[in-house]
């Protein structure tokens, strides 16, 4: 998950999803005001919530071969105190949102019809910690 923007992106066999939460997103436009320590605050908080995603991701993927759940990784930006969760498979994108039946191959299209949302979902359970502790990080 990428925080900012509401769309999903497949690039380079990779799904990442885009949030946008506007609590989030105005302590980021003006992050640099804030103090070292609030601006470390805020980066730990982000961090966190960006692991717990993937944490929750990888608990919630299908497991039949382990391969997608092993491709989900986090990843943070000190300096932009950014990140994004992805998950690196080719068929990552099948299983989060489905497909058409039409559109898949024989042998994966009874699998694959149905969405099976990881990331989503995931990254829902997380969102009110991460505005908890951004909050708290910037309170006075």
């Known amino acids: ?3 900012g923007g509401k769309n999903a992106d497949y690039h380079n066999h990779s799904l990442k999803i885009k949030f946008d939460v506007p609590e989030v ?9 804030y103090s070292e320590k609030t601006q470390f605050k805020i980066k730990y908080a982000v961090a966190s919530s960006l692991k717990n995603i993937e944490k929750g ?7 039949k ?3 997608l759940a092993r491709s989900i990784t986090s990843s943070f930006d000190m300096k932009t105190a950014s990140g994004s969760v ?3 498979q080719f068929y990552a994108h099948f299983i989060e949102f489905g497909v058409k039946a039409h559109n898949v191959p024989p042998p994966f299209m009874k699998a ?3 969405a099976r949302p990881y990331m989503r979902p995931s990254y829902e359970n997380e969102k ?9 990080a910037v309170k006075p």
């Open 25 to 33: 997103q105005r302590v980021m436009n003006h992050f640099t005001m």
């Open 128 to 136: 009110t910690n991460l505005i908890r502790n951004i909050k708290k």
């Open 57 to 63: 991701a990888k608990m919630r993927v299908s497991r």
């Open 65 to 67: 071969s382990g391969k």
């Open 112 to 114: 694959w019809t149905t």
């Open 86 to 88: 992805s998950a690196n």
């Open 1 to 3: 998950m990428t925080i």
